[in-house]
């Protein structure tokens, strides 16, 4: 199965109190068409640099992210950001919506940003309901728990038909009964073929899941699975 994410001996320096800190190191990962792969680590640990920097959103110090077979590295912000909308589901950490769209507007956004033309009829209505948000279609963010929020976010990084999702703690804030129909989603669409990178603290994930990686300070280490 073909690589849709590469990432190779990569490293990320930031600069903190005027000192500079290595918050990731010589990080090597992969995900495979058709694998759920699930990354652990301690809050601080650098999972969330690793998934900036896979998506596109930030650089590495050394190394190189390759993503559906393009290298990040040679890239413009506008080339990155619509190889991310075109190929990649990406559930950011918290919940990033747009306060001024209804829930079901900020599930169809990324569809009409990718310029692929009118929605397939009632997909966005449809992927709501899969979260188990289909009443809320109408409301305004505004209006829904942290919980909610973070399953609109879900459903939008669906939208588009990703090849691969890249999730940080998508299931954190929710109960372990829809945290585990979240999971369940994930592990579908997998099974038909997308790849899957989810940070998580959920056991029923790490369960699911093909490989696991855990992240201590910095350094990414494949775990054998029990
Ligand atoms: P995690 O997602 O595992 O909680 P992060 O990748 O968000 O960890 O952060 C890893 C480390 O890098 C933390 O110590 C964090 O404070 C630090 N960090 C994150 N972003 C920046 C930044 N832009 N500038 C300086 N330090 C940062
Ligand atoms: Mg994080």
New binding site residues.
Partial sequence: MANLIEVKNVG?R???GGRP?W??RNATLAVAEGEFVTLL????????????IIVGLLSPTEGEAVLCSTPLSGLTDEAASELRNRSVGYVP?GAGVLSTLTVLDNVRLPWYLAHRGPEPEGRAQQLLEEVGLGDLANQYPSALSGGELRRVAIARALMCEPKVIVA?EPTSSLDAQTAREVVSIFRRLADKGTGVLM?THDTFSVDVSDRLYD?AE?VLTERAKA
């Fill in positions: 990320k930031y600069e903190r800190f918050a990731l680590g301690r809050s601080g640990s650098g999972k969330s640099t690793l998934l900036n950490q940080d940070v992240m910095g």
